[in-house]
């Protein structure tokens, strides 16, 4: 009876060994990454919009309003304030801009990305397609026809797209574009949202039709300059 008593503990054992090493690895961190890094071969972070926190994207680049002027560490996921540096529009001219990068970040990685030759542009203008010098969209160059490229964007009663990257309208169904900042709710599938402002980009290599929306959602948006 011992033998038997022994047997089914060492059984049990066993099985519950078992259970334990057959579960799951515990998940691994996905460390932050680091402005540091993101500024590496002479970029500086001058902007950084946040999605979801409330705040109007377009106000606070052009004016610094609600912005913070502190530089964020990394691009961990928050609610924060957006971030601009101090007096950027007056400072801009000083700045010796070469190129300009506009680039999105989801989950700690960059999804997209737009580079621009600043040379002889102001604050306001150096978002325009004959200033693109190399984009992560195959499709998106300085050649490629565009229905709205700018910074201001399409604003309407209705609506409110700015930092718009777009090929085509058709009335929502037939709308196709690369990226834009959706400040509040409007009339087509890309511009609903639980929370805004939202950063949707085409998710694909090339510009996409919003209405499917396949498109990605962002964390931030960000502006580096080159000297």
Same mark, same amino acid.
């Given at each position: 009876?011992?033998?038997? =008593?022994?047997?089914?503990?060492?059984?049990?054992?066993?099985?519950?060994?078992?259970?334990?090493?057959?579960?799951p690895?515990?998940?691994?961190?996905?460390?932050?990454?680091l402005?540091?890094?993101?500024?590496?071969n002479?970029?500086?972070?001058?902007?950084?919009?946040?999605?979801?926190?409330?705040?109007?994207v377009?106000?606070?680049?052009?004016?610094?309003?609600?912005?913070?002027?502190?530089?964020?560490?990394?691009?961990?996921?928050?609610?924060?304030?957006? =971030?601009?540096?101090?007096?950027?529009?007056?400072?801009?001219?000083?700045?010796?801009?070469?190129?300009?990068?506009?680039?999105?970040?989801?989950?700690?990685?960059?999804?997209?990305?737009?580079?621009?030759?600043?040379?002889?542009? /102001? =604050?306001?203008?150096?978002?325009?397609?004959?200033?693109?010098?190399?984009?992560?969209?195959?499709d998106?160059?300085?050649?490629?026809?565009?229905?709205?490229?700018?910074?201001?964007? /399409?604003?309407?009663?209705?609506?409110e797209?700015?930092?718009?990257?777009?090929?085509?309208?058709?009335?929502?169904?037939?709308?196709?574009?690369?990226?834009?900042?959706?400040?509040?709710e409007?009339?087509?599938?890309?511009?609903?949202?639980?929370?805004?402002?939202?950063?949707?980009?085409?998710?694909?290599?090339?510009?996409?039709?919003?209405?499917?929306?396949? =498109?990605?959602?962002?964390?931030?948006?960000?502006?580096?300059?080159?000297?």
């Amino acid at each position: 009876m011992l033998n038997v =008593f022994l047997t089914t503990i060492a059984l049990c054992i066993v099985q519950i060994s078992n259970v334990v090493v057959a579960g799951p690895p515990p998940a691994q961190a996905t460390a932050p990454l680091l402005v540091a890094e993101l500024e590496i071969n002479g970029w500086n972070l001058v902007f950084r919009a946040t999605s979801g926190n409330g705040q109007n994207v377009y106000i606070a680049w052009m004016t610094g309003q609600n912005a913070s002027t502190t530089k964020p560490i990394d691009m961990s996921r928050t609610y924060s304030s957006h =971030f601009r540096q101090e007096n950027l529009n007056s400072t801009w001219a000083n700045l010796n801009v070469t190129y300009v990068k506009f680039a999105l970040y989801r989950d700690n990685r960059e999804v997209g990305y737009v580079i621009f030759d600043a040379l002889g542009s /102001d =604050f306001s203008n150096w978002f325009a397609k004959g200033k693109v010098v190399d984009a992560s969209w195959s499709d998106l160059t300085k050649t490629a026809t565009y229905n709205g490229f700018s910074i201001y964007g /399409d604003v309407r009663a209705t609506l409110e797209r700015r930092f718009l990257i777009n090929n085509v309208y058709g009335e929502c169904p037939g709308d196709i574009g690369h990226v834009a900042v959706i400040e509040r709710e409007g009339p087509c599938n890309m511009d609903k949202h639980p929370r805004y402002p939202q950063f949707i980009y085409a998710d694909l290599n090339s510009a996409d039709l919003w209405q499917k929306q396949q =498109f990605g959602r962002a964390d931030y948006m960000a502006i580096f300059v080159s000297h």
